[in-house]
């Protein structure tokens, strides 16, 4: 074999290598990549139904419920547009409370209610989740606007 071929056959299988591990690199990244969907978006089916993803909102007031002596408990979250209900079983932040903003990972059950494996809460007085505060924020414009009034999104109690 000449040099030439020897240093072609060198440059071919370092860029094959390099290939893979960027395919292998995307890959990993792809299966570990965690989308937040927002509440409303939720509500009207649009979430990968395949794996975990966040959703954010306010915790909407009276909803808290858990069963004495247990870790299960039950909530609502909003984003002041619709309403959807959270299981969660585990210790929650200390921070967590009813009109409060969280982040819950987790995916949807059969029944339409999203199973949480973690809750997060804000840490401060001044602090929301950037997700959460945008899908806030984008319905305080819509309903300035009127744009909510009619548009057939929920409104659910």
Avoid: W
């Amino acid at each position: 074999m000449t040099p030439r071929r020897q240093r072609m056959l060198a440059v071919g299988l370092a860029l094959g290598g390099i290939a893979l591990a960027a395919g292998l690199t995307l890959r990993a990244l792809d299966d570990n990549m965690m989308f937040f969907i927002a509440v409303s978006d939720v509500v009207a089916g649009e979430y990968p139904a395949d794996r975990n993803f966040r959703v954010g909102g306010l915790v909407v007031d009276g909803s808290v419920r858990r069963e004495p002596g247990s870790l299960q408990m039950r909530f609502r979250i909003t984003d002041l547009r619709c309403e959807l209900p959270v299981s969660y079983t585990g210790v929650l932040p200390d921070l967590f409370r009813e009109g409060q903003g969280v982040v819950a990972h987790g995916r949807m059950a059969v029944d339409g209610e999203f199973v949480a494996d973690t809750i997060l809460a804000k840490h401060d007085e001044n602090y929301m989740a950037p997700e959460v505060a945008e899908s806030l924020a984008e319905h305080v414009s819509e309903q300035t606007a009127g744009l909510s009034q009619g548009s057939g999104e929920c409104n659910n109690p």
